[in-house]
């Protein structure tokens, strides 16, 4: 059975799924620098089996699968019917072959040991609904000595793509305090934090690697401002809370605070993230 504060989350990525399939153009291209950063440090190459953990709407699955190539695969797996279906029909569309689709969570992964080279999620483990279960099945379906590599976001306060609307927000409305533990963008922040569940997990040769970069896009303010209260739930459920008279003022007040992002006349967040990686202990466990 799946518990009732799961069943809520899912339930609203399914509801992100079709904003985040008619971004999917604007998300491969802010995002890109993750992909790359997965892709350096798990060494993903010609051939290789990949499984993708949280895919949403195609990425990074549909990147990797061109670095694969065909004689490589990717498995994309994402929990939410409605991320799948937008994954899968962007892979038809372009005609790709080499990526399975399989609707499942991250913490119950419905693969034989020893099927991958390398299993990655990106901007996915800090929804897993039990990250010690996840990371322990990550390793699990990954062969011997194979790397397993997530991508999270850095602190809110290094991150104004998110901050600049949300911070806005919360002067105008009382937000109950947030479990640090709870599923959240920010939740594994902390220098460690992953790391440590990671290690937990019994990976070895476990890093974590700070990523800064540009979160870049041929876009307006008015565009930002409609993908981000379309494409987030966090965002959606805070603006249902302004009454009609906040919003233009909050606009405005996000629009001043966002100004510095536009002024070469596209859009340039600066972003930090983090990469944490490892790898499978050559010797099996009693756990696996
Ligand atoms: C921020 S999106 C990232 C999607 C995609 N990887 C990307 O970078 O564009 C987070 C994804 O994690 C998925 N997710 C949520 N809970 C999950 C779980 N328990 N196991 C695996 N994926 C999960 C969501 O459905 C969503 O597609």
Request: aromatic share 10%.
């Amino acid at each position: 059975m799946i518990p009732e504060n799961q069943k809520n989350a899912l339930h609203g990525w399914q509801k992100s799924a079709r904003y985040w399939d008619k971004y999917r153009d604007l998300i491969t291209e802010m995002f890109a620098p993750l992909t790359s950063g997965l892709v350096e440090e798990a060494q993903i190459g010609i051939g290789q089996k990949v499984l993708d953990i949280g895919g949403g709407s195609g990425e990074p699955s549909l990147t990797i699968s061109k670095i694969v190539g065909p004689t490589g695969s990717v498995t994309y797996t994402d929990p939410v019917a409605g991320m799948l279906e937008s994954a899968q029909a962007e892979a038809a569309r372009r005609g790709v072959e080499n990526i399975h689709f399989r609707q499942c969570s991250a913490n119950d992964l419905p693969f034989e040991a020893c099927t991958f080279d390398v299993a990655v999620g990106r901007l996915s483990a800090m929804f897993f609904a039990d990250p010690a279960a996840a990371m322990r099945e990550a390793l699990r379906v990954v062969l011997k000595d194979g790397c397993v590599a997530f991508a999270v976001w850095g602190p809110k306060e290094a991150n104004p793509f998110f901050s600049t609307i949300t911070d806005v927000i919360d002067l105008f409305v009382e937000i109950p305090p947030k479990d640090p533990d709870a599923p959240d963008a920010f939740r594994f922040a902390v220098s460690g934090k992953l790391a440590e569940i990671l290690e937990q997990a019994h990976a070895k040769n476990v890093i974590e690697r700070w990523l800064n970069f540009q979160i870049e896009a041929a876009i307006s303010f008015e565009q930002f401002w409609q993908l981000r209260t379309e494409m987030s739930e966090t965002v959606r459920e805070k603006m249902a809370r302004l009454t009609p008279a906040q919003l233009p003022t909050v606009k405005q007040a996000v629009a001043e605070a966002a100004r510095k992002y536009f002024a070469s006349g596209t859009m340039s967040f600066p972003a930090e993230a983090l990469i944490i990686s490892g790898r499978k202990l050559s010797r099996s466990l009693p756990q696996f």
